[in-house]
């Protein structure tokens, strides 16, 4: 779970959440539009969260103002201690039982990350929640765990601990004690730095962790096991946790260590409209990451915004226009994810054109992929003012519309949200492949605007296929274009369920299709070959994981 002292009760819209830097907007299941933090959560622990699982001060207000307006306080005066600070700890105890993997036991363990800084004024009522909570679960069923930053000045290079002294000092004030300290820093502790920490802060020496940084973030699970983490918790909450390495910790070091021995690079150009700020793209760098691992390649992301791309710039400034064109035809394949707004939408239609055309490996999701379309129709249908109607309403050849149930005088709340089925239409199909040949899929979606199911023939005709439709055989969610090494589309945000160690099938495409692989893959049933694939012979051939997370 996620604490969030916020007064939203959701996640603002993709293009307010990127203007006040706060990342991309992460869609789960149920249609939840969460923090990125989130993603991480599913990500790392392979887990698929609810809205719920994302508790923002915005939330319980509304909760506890729902109670009294059905008169459960039987006219009490609602305050926020005891009210608010009992529905963080109702809310708590509830999702603490609800599974969040396919096997549906019972959660163990129930993690919560309490955001901000101790001492906000916005997280007071969690901090006081938390504080009761710890007396009604009782210590072997209660951990608190402090994370603090240690700098350490270029100037010195000595590793400061002020910080977190004075941060624990004010949790013990609030009526917390950490059990644990994780110091994030930028070397290894210093000896005497954690027994430093240890005197000032009231722990013992091994309850101080270190948390420095490392060659890639896959390391810092290994790491965290190194200083005894996971012994630390079997022994404390009384865990049924096995001393030995488990299999999947070694499947993590397996991985972890192949990321630092990659050789060869796959280059791919990102076009997009918030490439200034990379946490707008969070779960699309992480889901082009886990591909490139799949395939044994360093990845290399060519930002490129798409405004650069358009005839205006050559005008305004002609080295910023060169540039981004030397970018994206130097890339081994090209990417246009998902986006609001018009600003830069002839950039990504002109990028779109160049790798149609220059048979470059293509993928398009969400707006790409109907951006792909318009371009299609402009270029190969002959329909120049073809275009979406979000962008040109008064269009002669809308084939990009609004759906039914999109009210465009409303902006939030609006969107077909969350896991929806995709039937595959034929079985000649790449994708169709990539998801190891099932007949449908399950991905998770966020969209306003899909592709005029009335011009379907008129693309079909020409060789662009839609090769999966939802189950009303209404909407178009996945296009591939016939003679052409690799160029699809999406509906959906395939990026959501990506997973170290169970690539993305759309993504997985892309790389493969970039590395100049993907043919090869096809030819021998979907299955990574070692001597053919990888550039290191002792790497086992496996067949693409993941999809049984996609496919239900």
Request: glycine fraction near 6%; charged fraction near 25%.
């Amino acid at each position: 779970m996620r604490g969030a002292p916020s007064r939203l009760q959701r996640v603002r819209t993709v293009r307010s959440s990127r203007r006040a830097g706060a990342g991309e907007v992460f869609v789960l299941d149920d249609g939840g539009e969460v923090d990125l933090d989130l993603g991480n959560y599913e990500r790392f622990l392979d887990i698929r969260l609810t809205k719920d699982n994302n508790l923002t001060t915005g939330k319980i207000y509304q909760y506890v103002i729902n109670k009294e307006r059905k008169g459960d306080y039987l006219g009490k005066t609602v305050q926020v201690v005891p009210h608010i600070t009992d529905a963080i700890q109702e809310w708590v105890m509830r999702q603490a039982q609800i599974p969040v993997d396919e096997d549906g036991i019972e959660p163990q363990v129930c993690v919560i990350e309490l955001g901000g800084t101790v001492g906000d004024i916005e997280s007071m009522p969690f901090i006081e929640a938390f504080r009761q909570f710890q007396f009604k679960a009782k210590r072997e069923n209660f951990c608190n765990i402090h994370v603090s930053l240690v700098p350490q000045p270029s100037s010195t290079g000595e590793q400061k601990t002020k910080p977190t002294q004075n941060s624990v000092r004010e949790l013990r004030g609030l009526g917390l004690s950490p059990d644990l300290i994780v110091c994030r820093c930028s070397t290894p502790l210093d000896t005497s730095v954690k027994e430093k920490i240890s005197m000032f802060c009231h722990v013992e020496p091994e309850q101080v962790i270190c948390v420095h940084d490392v060659s890639s973030i896959y390391r810092v699970p290994l790491l965290l096991e190194e200083q005894g983490v996971v012994d630390y918790f079997r022994r404390r909450l009384d865990l049924p946790v096995e001393k030995q390495p488990r299999r999947m910790l070694m499947k993590w070091k397996e991985m972890a260590d192949r990321y630092d021995r990659l050789l060869e690079t796959c280059s791919i150009a990102l076009v997009g409209k918030y490439t200034k700020f990379s946490d707008s793209y969070a779960s699309v760098i992480k889901a082009l990451e886990h591909s490139a691992l799949a395939i044994n390649h360093k990845l290399e992301i060519k930002y490129i915004d798409s405004a650069d791309l358009e005839p205006a710039t050559l005008q305004e400034d002609p080295v910023r226009y060169h540039e981004a064109w030397q970018k994206l035809c130097s890339a081994d394949g090209v990417l246009v994810p998902g986006g609001f707004g018009v600003r830069g939408t002839e950039g990504k239609i002109q990028a779109i054109s160049w790798a149609r055309k220059q048979k470059k490996p293509f993928l398009g999701v969400c707006l790409g992929m109907q951006l792909a379309v318009v371009e299609f129709a402009r270029n190969v249908l002959g329909w120049q003012d073809a275009n979406s109607t979000e962008f040109d309403p008064k269009t002669t050849h809308p084939v990009i519309i609004d759906m039914p149930e999109h009210n465009p005088g409303q902006m939030g709340g609006t969107m077909r949200l969350g896991k929806r089925r995709t039937l595959f239409q034929t079985k000649n199909s790449i994708m169709r492949k990539l998801y190891n040949d099932h007949d449908f899929l399950e991905e998770r979606h966020r969209h306003r605007f899909e592709v005029n199911p009335e011009l379907k023939s008129s693309f079909e005709e020409q060789g662009l296929k839609f090769v999966g439709q939802d189950e009303e055989g209404e909407r178009m969610e996945i296009v591939e274009l016939e003679e052409h090494p690799f160029f699809v589309g999406v509906q959906y945000h395939p990026e959501f369920l990506s997973r170290p160690i169970k690539p993305s099938p759309p993504y997985f495409g892309l790389l493969l299709a970039s590395a100049a692989r993907l043919v090869h893959y096809l030819q021998k049933g979907c299955r990574l070959s070692p001597r053919s694939i990888f550039t290191r012979r002792e790497e086992p051939s496996f067949r693409l994981p993941g999809v049984l997370t996609a496919i239900a």
